[in-house]
């Protein structure tokens, strides 16, 4: 703990010296068993006699404060007042009004669960840790520790331009690539780019709250929009949206893909209104039935479509590592504003990126993942339409990592998920998705992180306390 005696000041040295350690124990920065600093080195260090120091110390001792021991010096004492959460922490400052009562959302669940059936979560099991530790390790010898271009490095750009025009048939050069730590990251720079403050953003309802967050926090009036079994309903569309964000390959978190006919009404509508639109290529990597259709942007002649991407699920959430492909008038502003934020992405992670997207690893990895998250789709799809089908109607879907289900019979979600918590099963529901539309209860069903064998046991657990529950 850094310690500050003002000579000036009518306390004594001692005095100071011992009130600054009495606080700092009782508010909680000395805990029990912290050793304080030797007497010799603290008075080398404050300027002052040791004589200052010892008697301080000899004072906290005799008080309980703290304990002596031979050759060990002087630790805080086990009996050493205990603070309350909030010692020391006596404070003027609010938040402003419009993030009053804000708290993170998505608690990370309990370690006592079970099972995980919430939806958007990769297996942890499947990371190839062998393979991607010799990327670091590689990128540790051979890079130079100095500050990097905010919008990544070069051979990273290169990559996933070539990766992304190769499996996703976007257009993309390395000038129009812009490293994010994840497709969150990417939406808030190219927001603040593209907004004035109150101008109108059109998003899914229900859609991915994080996002509604996101542009309400930058000062933008938050339209939602209904999807239905097509996508993004455009015809909903207000006409004053400066920017569109939609998830249409596969949609959050309902899960249906947009129709090609939604995607050129869409791209039609943005051209007539002078909009932007976001395309959050959200799971298009894992799709189990169908083929994915054109992303948006490779159909936008334009340039009006900024797509974003991230490997928060193809490859781990732990890299915190994303994209934006940018139309040119973008590229250099959104780059400036990353440099304003936090300057560039890490630079080792991006080294280790880049060689294991050069040498095929991450397709491979993504093809072994699909594999088995196909298994498990191919699991809950049959458990839906048996022994939970009269609980749950699933809605359909043919990619992502979870299942839309809609509760029958007048099901409350809150208690089912709250039974289900008791029984050790962690999951997530669907009504705080709806922001402007009535919401509507249901479970949102994962499989990403629960293994293949454990998925069958945790559904028939979930069909117990579906069945438990009052009609």
Known sequence: MELFLDPEARMPLTGQLYEQLRRGIAGGRLLPGDQLTPSRQLAAELGVSRHTVTTAYGRLMAEGYTLGHAGGGSVVAPTAPVPSQAAGLVTALRPARRFAGWAPLFPIPSPRYRFDLRPGQPDSTLFPAVLWRRRVAAAVATDRPEYGHP????????????????????????????????????????????????????????????????????????????????????????????????????????????????????????????????????????????????????????????????????????????????????????????????????????????????????????????????????????????????????????AGLHIATLLRNGLGEDKVIQAAAEHRIGMMGLQQFFHASPPQPGLLLGFGAIRTTDLRPALHALGGILAAQPK
């Open 151 to 398: 919008a990544g490095k070069t051979r990273l750009r290169r990559a996933i331009a070539s990766w992304v025009r190769r499996s996703r048939s976007v257009t993309a050069s390395e000038d129009s690539v812009v490293i994010t730590c994840g497709a969150q990251h990417a939406i808030d720079l190219v927001a603040r780019i593209l907004l004035e403050p109150g101008d109108t953003v059109a998003v899914e309802d229900p859609g991915y709250l994080p996002v509604v967050r996101l542009f309400a926090a930058l000062g933008a009036t938050v339209v939602g929009v209904p999807v239905d079994d097509q996508g993004l309903v455009v015809d909903a569309l207000p006409p004053s949206a400066r920017i569109v964000c939609v998830t249409p390959s596969h949609q959050f978190p309902l899960g249906m893909t947009m129709s090609m006919p939604r995607r050129r009404a869409l791209l039609a509508w943005a051209e007539r209104h002078d909009a932007a639109v976001i395309e959050d290529d959200y799971d298009t990597e894992f799709r189990y039935v169908d083929r994915p259709l054109e992303p948006l942007q490779a159909l936008d002649h334009n340039g009006r479509v900024v797509y974003v991407g991230s490997f928060s699920k193809t490859f781990s959430p732990a890299i915190r590592l994303g994209f934006a492909l940018v139309p040119p008038p973008l590229a250099e502003p959104i780059a400036a504003m990353r440099q304003l934020i936090d300057w560039h992405p890490p630079a080792l992670m991006q080294t280790a990126l880049a060689g294991f997207i050069d040498d095929g690893l991450l397709d491979r990895h993504i093809r072994r993942n699909r594999r088995v998250y196909a298994e498990r789709h191919g699991l809950l799809t049959d458990e839906l339409s048996g022994p939970l089908a009269g609980y749950l109607t699933a809605l359909t879907t043919n």
